[in-house]
C-alpha cells in the first residue's frame, strides 16, 4: 500500500507561488508514475498534473499549462513536487497526490494540503 502524505499548502496572493510536496512514507512509489490532483469547494476532484516513474515524461491539465511544474526524486527523498507560480484564485483547492495510470488515481486519498490564493 503506497502512503502519501502531501505538504507545502498555504495562503498566497494572487500571481504568487508555492510548492507542493508529496512523500512516499513507504518509499515505494517509485514504481509509479504520479499524479497531482485538487478538489475546490463544491467542485469534483480534477487531474492537475502528472510524471512518470522515471521522470522523463509529464502532462497537465490545460488550465495549469505553463504555470504548474511536476517533478520526482526517487533517489533521495521519495518525494513528488508542484512547483506553482502565478497563481490564480481558481487554483484554490485541496490538493491530492495519487499513483496513477494516465490521469486516473490508482489508490486512496491522503489528506491533501489546502492552497488558498486571494484576489
Known amino acids: 500500500q503506497v502512503q502519501l502524505v502531501e505538504s507545502g499548502g498555504g495562503l498566497v496572493q494572487a500571481g504568487g507561488s508555492l510548492r507542493l510536496s508529496c512523500e512516499d512514507s513507504g518509499h515505494t512509489f517509485f514504481t509509479y508514475s504520479m499524479g497531482w490532483f485538487r478538489q475546490a469547494p463544491g467542485k469534483e476532484r480534477e487531474f492537475v498534473a502528472a510524471?512518470?516513474?522515471?521522470?522523463?515524461?509529464?502532462?497537465y491539465a490545460d488550465s495549469v499549462k505553463g504555470r504548474f511544474t511536476i517533478s520526482r526524486d526517487n533517489a533521495n527523498k521519495h518525494t513528488v513536487y508542484l512547483q506553482m507560480s502565478s497563481l490564480k484564485p481558481e487554483d484554490t483547492a485541496v490538493y491530492y497526490c495519487?499513483?496513477?495510470?494516465?490521469?486516473?488515481?490508482?489508490?486512496?486519498w491522503g489528506q491533501g494540503t489546502q492552497v488558498t490564493v486571494s484576489s
Open positions: 495519487n499513483p496513477v495510470t494516465g490521469t486516473r488515481p490508482l489508490s486512496s
Open positions: 510524471i512518470s516513474w522515471g521522470g522523463g515524461v509529464t502532462h
